[in-house]
């Protein structure tokens, strides 16, 4: 309980130091913008969750020897099978795994395993142009827009100010 009185002292701090009472006045007036754009990110992400799992549920099972195995092969008693983390079999493991992929924190392992998946079954385009695109429409448009919406307001907020000023 008393950590977030702690934490509540950051923005007391604001008051005397102008700079960064400036900075979380900026970002507070920027929700309001940011909020269509999120419905419009939250869509995409839906979007290419659904065509994800229409395209790769259920496929991605790895042997011993790291070499993919279809999903619904009967199971041999000796063999140990590994799944990977981020798939596509239901809808939760498919969101994260395109917000992992628009975030662009480790999603070449997505990529590899799904591309692996398809050169052992004559398939290697779809993962390719699925995760391509979704790395041209996510991380380069998505995130590119977010930031000049982000940069518009500050430069709003700093004509604002400029005219308090004079």
């Known amino acids: 309980m008393f950590r977030i009185f702690r934490l509540l002292r950051v923005f007391?701090?604001?008051r005397k130091w102008h700079t960064?009472?400036?900075f979380l006045n900026t970002i507070q007036h920027s929700?309001?913008?940011i909020g269509s754009f999120s419905v419009l990110l939250v869509l995409i992400i839906f979007t290419f969750t659904v065509l994800g799992m229409q395209l790769f549920s259920y496929q991605l099972k790895f042997n011993e020897k790291n070499e993919a195995v279809n999903y619904f092969s009967p199971k041999i008693p000796q063999q140990v099978y590994t799944y990977p983390?981020?798939?596509f079999n239901n809808f939760l493991n498919g969101f994260?795994?395109?917000f992992?992929?628009?975030a662009g924190d480790g999603w070449m392992t997505i990529y590899l395993d799904h591309y692996r998946y398809g050169v052992q079954n004559g398939e290697p385009y779809t993962a390719s142009i699925f995760f391509i695109s979704l790395v041209i429409l996510g991380q380069t448009i998505l995130m590119n827009l977010f930031l000049s919406i982000l940069?518009?307001?500050f430069d709003e907020?700093?004509?604002i100010v400029a005219e308090e000023k004079k």
Request: hydrophobic share 55%; no cysteine; net charge positive.
């Open 85 to 87: 983390d981020s798939n």
């Open 157 to 159: 907020r700093a004509l």
């Open 96 to 98: 994260i795994s395109v």
């Open 20 to 22: 960064f009472n400036y």
């Open 12 to 14: 007391k701090l604001a």
């Open 100 to 102: 992992i992929v628009i």
């Open 151 to 153: 940069l518009k307001e």
């Open 31 to 33: 929700i309001v913008k």
